[in-house]
């Protein structure tokens, strides 16, 4: 099956510091990736969307210059969170699926901690 | 806009019994549902995709149904084991961009 990776798995930074949060797909081509949000006994949130060369589409109350995506080839999307704050604090999991089937492949998720 | 609605929150089950989760959408203008389980502090493990032109999907103990002209979902697990504890959600395509919209999730717990 389609294998999807996140790294790093958990990260820990200092208020308004930067991080970066990169998610791959390992076998296949993901023209699009997705980006979701979940906070604590919440479901996930769609943030944004990222296809390949091209830019993201931000959900609404989605701050754009606050999360930065870049989708700059068919295996690899980055999401970095500029100048964290503690509210940013979330679980952050990226998918991914290529062109013309609509099935997602998650990747493991990342979670970020801003103190 | 389209709303997945989990019933119930929170279930907690001797082991052995069946069980059923329940998922309801509002738009049944929908491409497929799919279950997930989400183990904690884990990401997403896929259980059972149903396109819309299917009423249901059998993985195991899992069976899906799709009753697309109500709006519901149903999630049956048979003989219901330890290992079975977990939240599973509910997904629907709905967006304009084939993104997935979530259920809040049911948090299953399976005592042994």
């Known amino acids: 099956g389609a294998v999807v990776s996140q790294h790093p798995s958990w990260v820990i930074c200092k208020s308004g510091t930067s991080v970066k949060i990169e998610c791959r797909s390992l076998d296949f081509q993901a023209t699009t990736m997705f980006w979701y949000r979940q906070f604590p006994k919440q479901s996930l949130m769609l943030m944004a969307t990222?296809?390949?060369?091209?830019?993201?589409?931000?959900e609404q109350g989605v701050e754009k210059d606050k999360f930065l995506i870049n989708h700059a080839s068919l295996t690899l999307s980055t999401l970095t969170v500029t100048s964290a704050h503690p509210e940013d604090s979330s679980f952050y999991i990226c998918s991914a699926r290529w062109e013309g089937l609509l099935e997602q492949y998650f990747g493991p998720g990342t979670r970020l901690t801003v103190t | 806009k389209q709303e997945v609605t989990q019933i119930p929150a929170a279930l907690s089950v001797p082991e052995g019994e069946n069980l059923v989760l329940n998922c309801s959408f509002t738009?049944?203008?929908?491409?497929?549902l799919q279950w997930f389980r989400q183990d904690p502090g884990k990401g997403l493990t896929s259980l059972l995709l149903?396109?819309?032109?299917?009423r249901e999907q059998t993985s195991g103990r899992l069976n899906a149904s799709l009753d697309k002209s109500s709006g519901r979902s149903t999630l049956y697990i048979a003989a219901s084991q330890p290992g079975d504890s977990a939240t599973y959600l509910c997904?629907?395509?709905?967006?304009?961009?084939?993104?997935?919209?979530f259920g809040k999730g049911t948090k299953l717990s399976v005592k042994p």
């Open positions: 997904a629907v395509i709905g967006g304009s961009q084939g993104n997935l919209i």
């Open positions: 990222s296809n390949e060369g091209s830019k993201a589409t931000y």
């Open positions: 149903i396109q819309s032109s299917q």
């Open positions: 738009d049944s203008a929908i491409y497929n």
